[in-house]
């Protein structure tokens, strides 16, 4: 029951972090910060987290987990490849104020000066390219798709879709959310030889 109830604490104090590091960024989030969000002692952090950088890095790898569940539920449904792919086009894209790519955004420039959350972001954004591989080279198998170089594609399409999604987050007005995704469209269903409107 005891470690039940560390587990339980353990992913309030994830979530909490996630949260803070949003609203704070990586370099301004202290520990403290957390415990006093969270409602719990600085202690209790250091015992679940050795140093400052491994909270961070694990809030980070905890809010992208919550991604690739999303990732691998387009890739195990039942649906066709070119509808993998266009959903995954749509996942990747931000909406709104997304928390999600501002974690990744903000996280990206940390990991320039930790090396914990390097190597953490590293893994989950090989993941992210992995798992859109997979789509595209299944839909070559099957026939959806003409493209001789699926894990290059899906590097090419995540370059473009991450350049645009950071447009959109940091610079909100740039250019409109409807013309970025068309562009993604574009560049996602020339890479693998289908019309763009397949992917509407």
């Not at 520990?31 to 890095?57: E, I, M, N, P, R």
Request: aromatic share 8%; with cysteine.
């Amino acid at each position: 029951m005891a470690r039940r109830t560390a587990e339980v604490r353990l992913d309030a104090l994830l979530r909490t972090a996630v949260d803070v590091i949003v609203e704070r960024g990586f370099a301004n989030t202290r520990t403290a910060d957390v415990a006093k969000a969270a409602g719990v002692s600085q202690a209790l952090v250091f015992y679940h987290f050795t140093s400052k950088d491994a909270l961070l890095s694990q809030a980070f790898a905890y809010a992208a987990e919550q991604d690739m569940a999303r990732l691998h539920a387009v890739i195990e449904s039942n649906a066709s490849s070119v509808e993998k792919l266009k959903k995954l086009v749509k996942l990747l894209a931000p909406t709104g104020r997304s928390k999600s790519w501002m974690m990744w955004i903000d996280g990206w420039s940390e990991a320039l000066r930790t090396p914990e959350l390097e190597k953490v972001s590293r893994r989950m954004d090989l993941r992210w390219k992995e798992g859109l591989t997979e789509v595209i080279a299944n839909g070559v198998a099957d026939g959806s798709f003409t493209c001789d170089d699926p894990a290059g594609a899906a590097w090419r399409i995540n370059a473009i879709i991450d350049g645009l999604a950071v447009q959109l987050t940091v610079h909100e007005k740039a250019i409109s959310r409807k013309q970025a995704f068309e562009w993604m469209r574009m560049v996602a269903a020339r890479e693998v030889g289908v019309d763009p409107t397949d992917l509407a």
